[in-house]
Each structure stands twice: as structure tokens, then as C-alpha cells.
């Protein structure tokens, strides 16, 4: 029902858009997330969007990644710019509630993956 998509290669520096199309019931009211997963770690959260639009992310990429929807088309996006060697990973998307925070716990649906890597 999330289905990720905008993985690629990139040099370090450089951006990349991946997208989360989601068919779900809803769609304007749950709160979109973003998680990631590099080669040997746990998955970690990276950026969440709620209904009202707000936004919340993690540290490692506060001040390059961008989280957005479009309600009208039932999309979500990560805007990635000024891409790290470390942000190498596997990113999810994943739809919860109306509220919902950073576990991965609160959220419902899960995206398949789609691979970010950046060459340094």
C-alpha cells in the first residue's frame, strides 16, 4: 500500500528526490514518515510530516532533507540535498495516525525500500 521509489546513485554534494506513493484510506489525515536503514545498522528515523504539514527530523539531516506531501495525489517526498557518504541506506516510508512521532512502532504501513547510495 506505500510503494517508494527515487533511489539511486549520487555523488557526495549532490540530490536526490525519492517519492512515496500511497494507497491507503486516509491518506490526508496520516502522518508520513521517512526511516532509514545503512549496510550493518538498525533502521532509524529521519523525517516525519503530519496532517497540518508540520515537520520534525532527525539531527544527521536537519538542514539538507526536506519532507512534503501532496495530498491531492496521495504522495509524499524527501527532498536530500548536500548528500553525505553516511546517508547511504535503504529509506522507508511509512504512513500512522493522525499523530504519530519517531518509533517505528506508530506507524502502520510500510513502503518496500528503495536504495540510496552516495559515492564519496
Known amino acids: 500500500q506505500l510503494q517508494a521509489s527515487g533511489g539511486g546513485l549520487v555523488q557526495a554534494g549532490g540530490s536526490l528526490r525519492v517519492s512515496c506513493a500511497a494507497s491507503i484510506r486516509g491518506f490526508s489525515r496520516a502522518t508520513m514518515a521517512w526511516f532509514r536503514q545503512a549496510p550493518g545498522k538498525e533502521r532509524e528515523f529521519a523525517a516525519l510530516?503530519?496532517?497540518?504539514?508540520?515537520?520534525y527530523y532527525a539531527d544527521s539531516v536537519k538542514g539538507r532533507f526536506t519532507i512534503s506531501r501532496d495530498n491531492a495525489k496521495n504522495l509524499a517526498y524527501l527532498q536530500m540535498n548536500n548528500l553525505k557518504f553516511e546517508d547511504t541506506a535503504v529509506y522507508y516510508c511509512a504512513a500512522g495516525g493522525t499523530v504519530a512521532g519517531i518509533r517505528e512502532s506508530e506507524y502502520v504501513y510500510w513502503g518496500q525500500g528503495t536504495q540510496v547510495t552516495v559515492s564519496s
Open positions: 510530516i503530519a496532517p497540518t504539514e508540520g515537520t
